[in-house]
């Protein structure tokens, strides 16, 4: 039953995608909203099937929002669609800046953000796991535990340690390559994270060593962590725990996000990961959603900013999240002075989300994806998720070395913090 349920789901993305090439494609279907319209979920089902930008004439590029990354434009020097000469490209990203710690550079400059099992079926976290490993990438754990299925791709795998500890062990620790702890959550900055009662199932307490069928909160803050000497302690410990891996963390976007990454950089962590008010699942409320943290388009300038006047900008790496939907995004939190992105919700729309926002609830999604239903689970065969997210990943590589020829640069690398090539359009809001 599960399997036909799984094989009926593919299929509903086939039809989908040939609806919107066979030119039936409308804009008014019930798919999405306005950061993820309708068109740019069918374009993503589309570089997920075939692993190439979209040749439908669908747009790909920009969301509805009118604001943000969708206000942002780029400064040819060549038409990118007339490019051909591409491929030597170096799109690469090396994740430790700092004298100690391993030496990794990942192919793309992008790794998968933090879901946790019970936020996310467990059968979506392989899918994740698989690509990020056959790409040379990253995947994130999210802040509820290790599960055992993860390990045979640990060496692609980052632990997240959040501020209520679930799940958290030593020997998750010992065997990652890259820990991050979360102080807080773009999407609901202050409020700590939330799983509730309704997909705390047996196995996901378990996991987080707690209670099934109750709600579970991380707390905000870290209440071991006031001062910039606090979070030195923590970095001290988790490096103490296993000094052979990078300590990445995570962090919304206050208005003073510049003193906080400078505090970072001195606890002597490798990664500071800013985490924008756009990002997060349908399980965020609403109220907190892009209401309360500064827009992460312009938290990376302010900080890339302020570490480069401090000196110490090329001794750490930043990462953006929140609202990265596309290769065109990632270029241009790029252009404004990041290293890189952090992505969650493109590759849960490549296995087939539809973004309907009922996240929070154990059967809310009927994809197989933010849930924690096994029936519901089964839907996302991990092989099946894993080929659709490496296909979105070639997608955008092309993309993005087709966006960085086009501006007469020859790396990522050298687009970083290159404001001069952006363009900015008036938001609209009609």
Same mark, same amino acid.
């Given at each position: 039953?599960?399997?036909?349920?799984?094989?009926?789901?593919?299929?509903? !993305?086939?039809?989908?995608?040939?609806?919107?090439?066979?030119?039936?494609?409308?804009? $008014?279907?019930?798919?999405?909203?306005?950061?993820?319209?309708?068109?740019?979920? !069918?374009?993503?089902?589309? /570089?997920?099937?075939?692993?190439?930008?979209?040749?439908?004439?669908?747009?790909?590029?920009?969301?509805?929002?009118?604001?943000?990354? =969708?206000?942002?434009?780029?400064?040819?020097?060549?038409?990118?669609?007339?490019?051909?000469?591409?491929?030597?490209?170096?799109?690469?990203?090396?994740?430790?800046?700092?004298?100690?710690?391993?030496?990794?550079?990942?192919?793309?400059?992008?790794?998968?953000?933090? +879901?946790?099992?019970?936020?996310?079926?467990?059968?979506?976290?392989?899918?994740?796991?698989?690509?990020?490993?056959?790409?040379?990438?990253?995947?994130?754990?999210?802040?509820?535990?290790?599960?055992?299925?993860?390990?045979?791709? /640990? &060496?692609?795998?980052?632990?997240?340690?959040?501020?209520?500890?679930?799940?958290?062990?030593?020997?998750?620790?010992?065997?990652?390559?890259?820990?991050?702890?979360?102080?807080? $959550?773009?999407?609901?900055?202050?409020?700590?994270?939330?799983?509730?009662?309704?997909?705390?199932?047996?196995?996901?307490?378990?996991?987080?060593?707690?209670?099934?069928?109750?709600?579970?909160?991380?707390?905000?803050?870290?209440?071991?962590?006031?001062?910039?000497? =606090?979070?030195?302690?923590?970095?001290?410990?988790?490096?103490?725990?296993?000094?052979? +891996?990078?300590?990445?963390?995570?962090?919304?976007?206050?208005?003073?996000?510049?003193?906080?990454?400078?505090?970072?950089?001195?606890?002597?962590?490798?990664?500071?990961?800013? %985490?924008?008010?756009?990002?997060?699942?349908?399980?965020?409320?609403?109220?907190?959603?892009?209401?309360?943290?500064?827009?992460?388009?312009?938290?990376?300038?302010?900080?890339?900013?302020?570490?480069?006047?401090?000196?110490?900008?090329?001794?750490?790496?930043? +990462?953006?999240?929140?609202?990265?939907?596309?290769? %065109?995004?990632?270029?241009?939190?790029?252009?404004?002075?990041?290293?890189?992105?952090?992505?969650?919700?493109?590759?849960?729309?490549?296995?087939?989300?539809? $973004?309907?926002?009922?996240?929070?609830?154990?059967?809310?999604? /009927?994809?197989?994806?933010?849930?924690? &239903?096994?029936?519901?689970?089964?839907?996302?065969?991990? &092989?099946?998720?894993?080929?659709?997210?490496?296909? !979105?990943?070639?997608?955008?590589?092309?993309?993005?070395?087709?966006?960085?020829?086009?501006?007469? !640069?020859?790396?990522?690398?050298?687009?970083?913090?290159?404001? &001069?090539?952006?363009?900015?359009?008036?938001?609209?809001? =009609?």
């Amino acid at each position: 039953m599960a399997s036909l349920a799984a094989e009926r789901h593919k299929e509903n !993305l086939r039809r989908g995608l040939a609806t919107l090439t066979m030119g039936s494609f409308t804009p $008014q279907t019930a798919l999405g909203h306005r950061g993820w319209t309708t068109e740019l979920i !069918l374009a993503t089902f589309e /570089q997920a099937l075939t692993g190439e930008p979209p040749s439908s004439g669908i747009e790909y590029k920009r969301g509805g929002r009118g604001d943000g990354f =969708d206000a942002l434009g780029f400064k040819f020097e060549r038409n990118p669609k007339e490019v051909k000469d591409f491929d030597s490209v170096d799109i690469s990203l090396s994740l430790n800046r700092k004298k100690y710690g391993p030496r990794i550079t990942i192919s793309c400059p992008w790794y998968g953000a933090g +879901m946790s099992y019970g936020s996310v079926s467990l059968n979506f976290m392989r899918a994740r796991a698989k690509a990020a490993k056959l790409y040379n990438t990253f995947t994130s754990t999210g802040e509820g535990g290790y599960p055992d299925e993860l390990t045979p791709y /640990q &060496d692609s795998v980052i632990t997240q340690v959040s501020t209520g500890m679930f799940g958290v062990r030593e020997e998750t620790i010992q065997k990652c390559r890259i820990m991050e702890f979360k102080y807080a $959550q773009g999407a609901k900055p202050g409020l700590g994270g939330h799983l509730l009662a309704d997909k705390n199932t047996v196995d996901i307490a378990r996991m987080r060593g707690t209670v099934p069928n109750v709600s579970l909160y991380q707390p905000f803050p870290f209440h071991s962590v006031y001062s910039v000497e =606090d979070h030195k302690k923590h970095v001290d410990w988790a490096r103490t725990i296993n000094p052979d +891996m990078l300590v990445s963390v995570k962090v919304s976007t206050p208005i003073d996000v510049d003193m906080v990454a400078i505090g970072i950089y001195y606890a002597g962590a490798h990664i500071i990961h800013l %985490d924008g008010g756009y990002g997060g699942t349908g399980a965020a409320p609403e109220f907190a959603k892009k209401n309360i943290a500064m827009p992460i388009e312009l938290a990376v300038p302010k900080v890339h900013k302020y570490l480069t006047e401090e000196g110490v900008r090329d001794d750490i790496l930043l +990462m953006a999240s929140g609202g990265v939907r596309t290769a %065109d995004d990632i270029a241009k939190a790029i252009a404004l002075g990041a290293d890189g992105c952090v992505i969650g919700a493109a590759e849960a729309v490549a296995t087939g989300c539809t $973004q309907c926002g009922n996240c929070e609830r154990g059967r809310g999604c /009927q994809i197989g994806i933010a849930t924690s &239903d096994r029936e519901l689970s089964s839907l996302m065969e991990p &092989d099946w998720g894993a080929e659709r997210i490496l296909n !979105l990943y070639r997608a955008w590589s092309k993309e993005l070395k087709r966006i960085v020829a086009a501006l007469g !640069l020859k790396s990522v690398a050298e687009l970083r913090g290159r404001k &001069d090539l952006l363009t900015y359009r008036r938001p609209s809001y =009609d």
